[in-house]
């Protein structure tokens, strides 16, 4: 918990998280990409922007959480990265070969002119034939139905940590993430709102960006898609 009382999901992230399958298959895009500029959009505590950085690639991060930078500002390896707190009109024209929106951030863009005004400043960030690749969640695999406590509960210490599905209007679907410290009895609740996006719409506002789609798949191995697969991961390029 911070000082208010609230609990501190920005210092929790990461272990509330471990083990990210998708940091995997995003370093190996980029490395396959040849990336040597790259960009975070949604960068959270920088867990997968830190691990895209090296020697001979650069890297910026942006985030419109002041709380999740000033965590990844403070990891090993953060003085490689460039952090960035606001929006996607952040980033520098021109200024990357390679561009990642993950941890499901694509989905927090609920209003289409909203995802559209991204898409478009990802699209001048990158230089002719860049890569940007990012993920949603497959809406028929209907992920929101196994967000209850008895599916999602996880511990950060001894705090309990869970989501709650609170209602589904498709394309949208509001969950609670709620926290519950047994040695006091405080509890918090946060709602958010997301967006699960068809295939067929997330190409299609690519497209209508300017982008060409080069790979779909279906999960983290790079299944090709079916009907249930659990994402939706798009692999796309600047012409």
């Known amino acids: 918990m911070d000082p208010s009382g609230r609990f501190d999901f920005a210092a929790a992230y990461d272990e509330l998280n471990p083990g990210r399958d998708d940091h995997l298959f995003y370093r190996s895009l980029a490395d396959e990409a040849g990336a040597t500029r790259v960009l975070d959009l949604g ?4 867990t997968l922007t ?3 950085a090296a020697p ?3 890297a910026v991060g942006i985030d419109p959480d002041a709380s999740m930078l000033g965590v990844a500002r403070e990891q090993p390896g953060a003085a490689l990265v460039d952090w960035r707190l606001g929006h996607s009109d952040r980033a520098d024209t021109g200024s990357a070969d390679f561009a990642v929106v993950t941890g499901h951030a694509a989905q927090v863009f609920r209003d289409d002119e909203e995802w559209a005004r991204a898409l478009a400043d990802l699209h001048r960030a990158l230089v002719p ?3 940007l690749a990012f993920e949603s969640r497959n809406p028929a ?8 406590r008895a599916e999602t509960l996880r511990f950060a210490g001894p705090v309990e940590f869970w989501h709650e599905t609170a209602w589904v209007s498709l394309p949208l679907v509001a969950y609670d993430t709620l926290t519950r410290d047994p040695r006091t009895g405080a509890e918090t609740s946060d709602r ?6 068809e295939a067929a719409a997330l190409v299609r506002s690519l497209e209508d960006a300017g982008f060409s789609v080069i ?3 279906g999960d983290w191995q790079r299944a090709t898609p079916a009907a249930d697969s659990p994402e939706i ?3 796309a390029q600047r012409p």
């Open 192 to 197: 958010d709102i997301l967006a699960f996006r």
């Open 233 to 235: 991961i798009l692999v």
């Open 215 to 217: 790979h779909e798949y």
């Open 129 to 131: 034939g860049g890569v």
């Open 141 to 148: 695999a209907r992920a929101w139905e196994g967000w209850t």
């Open 50 to 52: 830190r691990a895209l």
């Open 56 to 58: 001979g690639r650069a």
């Open 43 to 46: 960068c959270g505590t920088g």
